[in-house]
Protein backbone atom coordinates (compact mmCIF):
# COMPACT_ATOMS: atom_id res chain seq x y z
CA UNK A 1 0.00 0.00 0.00
CA UNK A 2 0.60 3.35 0.16
CA UNK A 3 1.66 5.78 3.16
CA UNK A 4 3.34 8.72 3.97
CA UNK A 5 6.49 8.43 6.24
CA UNK A 6 8.60 10.50 7.84
CA UNK A 7 10.30 12.20 5.04
CA UNK A 8 8.77 10.77 1.93
CA UNK A 9 5.37 8.79 0.17
CA UNK A 10 6.37 5.69 0.09
CA UNK A 11 5.23 2.46 -2.27
CA UNK A 12 5.81 -0.99 -0.80
CA UNK A 13 4.86 -3.71 -3.54
CA UNK A 14 6.11 -7.44 -4.08
CA UNK A 15 8.05 -8.35 -6.76
CA UNK A 16 5.87 -8.69 -10.09
CA UNK A 17 3.19 -6.35 -9.10
CA UNK A 18 2.66 -3.47 -11.13
CA UNK A 19 3.06 -0.23 -9.34
CA UNK A 20 1.74 3.03 -9.86
CA UNK A 21 3.23 6.35 -8.61
CA UNK A 22 1.68 8.93 -8.59
CA UNK A 23 2.94 12.94 -9.09
CA UNK A 24 0.73 16.45 -8.59
CA UNK A 25 2.23 19.78 -10.73
CA UNK A 26 1.48 22.77 -10.23
CA UNK A 27 2.60 25.01 -13.13
CA UNK A 28 -0.35 24.73 -15.28
CA UNK A 29 1.74 26.44 -18.62
CA UNK A 30 4.29 23.22 -18.24
CA UNK A 31 4.09 21.74 -21.19
CA UNK A 32 7.05 18.50 -20.78
CA UNK A 33 6.99 16.30 -17.89
CA UNK A 34 10.25 13.64 -17.14
CA UNK A 35 10.39 10.39 -14.70
CA UNK A 36 13.67 10.19 -12.94
CA UNK A 37 14.43 6.88 -10.95
CA UNK A 38 17.58 7.77 -8.13
CA UNK A 39 18.73 4.87 -6.84
CA UNK A 40 20.54 4.75 -3.00
CA UNK A 41 23.40 6.88 -3.10
CA UNK A 42 23.32 8.12 -6.81
CA UNK A 43 22.29 11.04 -9.25
CA UNK A 44 18.29 11.45 -10.81
CA UNK A 45 18.34 9.05 -13.92
CA UNK A 46 15.93 9.80 -16.54
CA UNK A 47 12.80 7.31 -17.11
CA UNK A 48 10.31 8.34 -19.55
CA UNK A 49 8.91 11.74 -20.57
CA UNK A 50 5.73 12.88 -22.23
CA UNK A 51 4.60 15.99 -24.30
CA UNK A 52 1.39 18.08 -23.22
CA UNK A 53 -0.06 17.31 -26.70
CA UNK A 54 0.03 12.99 -25.36
CA UNK A 55 -2.09 12.11 -22.58
CA UNK A 56 0.34 8.78 -22.57
CA UNK A 57 3.42 7.45 -23.75
CA UNK A 58 4.77 3.74 -23.05
CA UNK A 59 7.97 2.62 -23.07
CA UNK A 60 9.55 -0.80 -22.25
CA UNK A 61 7.96 -2.07 -18.73
CA UNK A 62 6.83 1.85 -17.95
CA UNK A 63 4.16 3.71 -18.95
CA UNK A 64 3.60 7.56 -18.26
CA UNK A 65 0.10 8.90 -17.98
CA UNK A 66 -1.15 12.93 -18.38
CA UNK A 67 -4.10 14.46 -17.35
CA UNK A 68 -3.47 17.92 -17.67
CA UNK A 69 -6.57 18.64 -16.72
CA UNK A 70 -5.85 17.82 -12.84
CA UNK A 71 -2.17 18.46 -13.31
CA UNK A 72 -1.53 14.88 -12.35
CA UNK A 73 1.29 12.79 -14.11
CA UNK A 74 1.66 8.87 -13.27
CA UNK A 75 4.16 6.48 -13.96
CA UNK A 76 3.03 2.75 -14.56
CA UNK A 77 5.69 -0.09 -13.48
CA UNK A 78 5.03 -3.37 -14.91
CA UNK A 79 6.27 -6.31 -13.40
CA UNK A 80 8.24 -4.54 -10.45
CA UNK A 81 11.59 -5.82 -9.78
CA UNK A 82 13.79 -5.42 -6.82
CA UNK A 83 16.14 -3.50 -9.36
CA UNK A 84 13.13 -0.73 -9.43
CA UNK A 85 13.52 -0.21 -5.91
CA UNK A 86 14.84 3.79 -5.93
CA UNK A 87 13.04 6.99 -5.43
CA UNK A 88 10.82 8.64 -8.55
CA UNK A 89 10.40 11.63 -9.06
CA UNK A 90 8.39 13.60 -11.50
CA UNK A 91 9.75 17.24 -13.25
CA UNK A 92 8.05 19.62 -15.13
CA UNK A 93 9.43 22.17 -17.15
CA UNK A 94 7.84 25.05 -19.83
CA UNK A 95 9.66 24.16 -23.14
CA UNK A 96 10.73 27.90 -23.61
CA UNK A 97 13.16 30.24 -22.63
CA UNK A 98 15.01 30.43 -19.60
CA UNK A 99 12.55 28.31 -17.87
CA UNK A 100 14.10 25.25 -15.14
CA UNK A 101 13.04 21.94 -14.61
CA UNK A 102 11.12 21.85 -11.35
CA UNK A 103 10.90 18.51 -9.60
CA UNK A 104 8.14 16.88 -7.13
CA UNK A 105 8.85 15.51 -3.97
CA UNK A 106 9.74 12.01 -4.36
CA UNK A 107 8.18 8.80 -4.12
CA UNK A 108 10.09 5.65 -2.60
CA UNK A 109 9.30 2.62 -4.28
CA UNK A 110 10.33 -0.77 -1.98
CA UNK A 111 10.01 -3.96 -3.99
CA UNK A 112 10.04 -7.34 -1.70
CA UNK A 113 11.30 -10.55 -3.40
CA UNK B 1 32.90 5.78 -19.53
CA UNK B 2 31.65 8.32 -16.71
CA UNK B 3 29.54 11.41 -18.58
CA UNK B 4 28.95 13.63 -15.91
CA UNK B 5 31.50 12.99 -13.15
CA UNK B 6 31.72 15.39 -9.37
CA UNK B 7 34.32 15.37 -7.25
CA UNK B 8 34.58 14.64 -3.97
CA UNK B 9 31.89 12.52 -3.65
CA UNK B 10 32.30 13.29 0.35
CA UNK B 11 32.84 16.21 1.86
CA UNK B 12 33.19 16.64 5.49
CA UNK B 13 34.07 20.34 6.61
CA UNK B 14 34.04 22.89 9.40
CA UNK B 15 31.29 26.03 9.67
CA UNK B 16 32.99 28.84 7.99
CA UNK B 17 35.53 27.10 5.69
CA UNK B 18 35.47 27.48 1.74
CA UNK B 19 35.36 24.45 -0.58
CA UNK B 20 34.94 23.78 -3.84
CA UNK B 21 33.10 20.61 -5.35
CA UNK B 22 34.15 20.20 -9.44
CA UNK B 23 31.59 19.09 -12.27
CA UNK B 24 33.08 17.84 -15.30
CA UNK B 25 31.01 16.42 -18.54
CA UNK B 26 32.31 14.35 -21.32
CA UNK B 27 29.24 14.34 -23.72
CA UNK B 28 29.99 17.66 -25.87
CA UNK B 29 26.99 19.15 -23.94
CA UNK B 30 26.52 23.27 -23.62
CA UNK B 31 24.44 23.55 -20.67
CA UNK B 32 25.42 22.57 -17.56
CA UNK B 33 23.50 22.71 -13.71
CA UNK B 34 23.84 22.43 -10.37
CA UNK B 35 21.28 21.21 -8.37
CA UNK B 36 20.55 20.98 -4.27
CA UNK B 37 19.04 17.70 -2.85
CA UNK B 38 17.81 18.50 1.07
CA UNK B 39 17.29 15.40 3.52
CA UNK B 40 14.09 15.27 2.82
CA UNK B 41 15.37 14.79 -1.30
CA UNK B 42 13.85 18.07 -2.09
CA UNK B 43 15.85 18.58 -5.67
CA UNK B 44 15.95 22.49 -6.42
CA UNK B 45 17.82 24.07 -9.25
CA UNK B 46 20.77 26.24 -8.26
CA UNK B 47 22.29 27.65 -11.31
CA UNK B 48 22.42 27.03 -15.01
CA UNK B 49 25.47 28.00 -17.26
CA UNK B 50 25.49 27.66 -21.27
CA UNK B 51 28.68 27.84 -23.13
CA UNK B 52 29.92 29.31 -20.03
CA UNK B 53 28.03 31.75 -19.58
CA UNK B 54 24.94 32.18 -16.26
CA UNK B 55 21.71 31.68 -17.78
CA UNK B 56 19.98 30.93 -14.34
CA UNK B 57 20.53 31.76 -10.65
CA UNK B 58 18.04 30.90 -8.52
CA UNK B 59 18.27 33.06 -5.67
CA UNK B 60 20.99 31.20 -4.37
CA UNK B 61 23.26 33.13 -1.69
CA UNK B 62 26.14 34.78 -3.41
CA UNK B 63 28.50 32.52 -0.46
CA UNK B 64 27.54 30.64 -3.51
CA UNK B 65 30.30 31.40 -6.47
CA UNK B 66 29.45 28.80 -9.83
CA UNK B 67 32.73 28.84 -12.10
CA UNK B 68 32.96 27.95 -15.33
CA UNK B 69 36.24 27.42 -16.81
CA UNK B 70 35.26 25.60 -20.19
CA UNK B 71 31.80 24.20 -20.98
CA UNK B 72 32.32 20.69 -20.01
CA UNK B 73 33.31 22.11 -16.66
CA UNK B 74 31.25 24.18 -13.94
CA UNK B 75 32.56 24.02 -10.41
CA UNK B 76 30.63 25.20 -7.39
CA UNK B 77 33.08 27.02 -4.84
CA UNK B 78 31.28 27.85 -1.85
CA UNK B 79 32.55 30.75 0.96
CA UNK B 80 31.92 30.85 4.42
CA UNK B 81 29.89 27.22 4.90
CA UNK B 82 26.93 26.87 7.20
CA UNK B 83 24.93 24.08 8.56
CA UNK B 84 22.30 24.81 6.55
CA UNK B 85 24.94 24.20 3.52
CA UNK B 86 24.65 20.01 3.97
CA UNK B 87 22.92 18.41 0.98
CA UNK B 88 24.04 16.23 -1.90
CA UNK B 89 24.90 18.93 -4.45
CA UNK B 90 24.00 17.21 -8.41
CA UNK B 91 25.70 18.51 -11.05
CA UNK B 92 23.62 17.94 -14.45
CA UNK B 93 24.36 18.80 -18.39
CA UNK B 94 21.80 18.74 -21.21
CA UNK B 95 23.04 19.47 -24.99
CA UNK B 96 21.26 22.83 -25.15
CA UNK B 97 19.99 25.76 -23.40
CA UNK B 98 17.32 24.66 -20.08
CA UNK B 99 14.05 25.61 -21.33
CA UNK B 100 14.55 23.05 -23.98
CA UNK B 101 13.35 19.44 -24.07
CA UNK B 102 16.98 17.95 -24.02
CA UNK B 103 17.29 15.35 -21.63
CA UNK B 104 19.61 16.40 -18.16
CA UNK B 105 22.37 14.20 -16.93
CA UNK B 106 22.89 14.07 -13.89
CA UNK B 107 26.08 13.45 -11.87
CA UNK B 108 26.52 10.95 -9.18
CA UNK B 109 26.51 13.92 -6.43
CA UNK B 110 28.81 15.12 -3.86
CA UNK B 111 27.41 14.76 -0.03
CA UNK B 112 28.32 18.10 2.16
CA UNK B 113 28.45 17.74 5.89
CA UNK B 114 29.12 21.27 7.91
CA UNK B 115 30.15 20.52 11.26
Known amino acids: GESVGLHLPTLSVQEGDNSIINCAYS??????FIWYKQESGKGPQFIIDIRSNMDKRQGQRVTVLLNKTVKHLSLQIAATQPGDSAVYFC????????????FGKGTMLLVSP | DTAVSQTPKYLVTQMGNDKSIKCEQN?????MYWYKQDSKKFLKIMFS???????INETVPNRFSPKSPDKAHLNLHINSLELGDSAVYFC??????????????FGPGTRLTVL
Open chain 1, 91 to 102: AEIEARGYSTLT
Open chain 2, 92 to 105: ASSRRLAGSTDTQY
Open chain 2, 27 to 31: LGHDT
Open chain 1, 27 to 32: NSASDY
Open chain 2, 49 to 55: YNNKELI
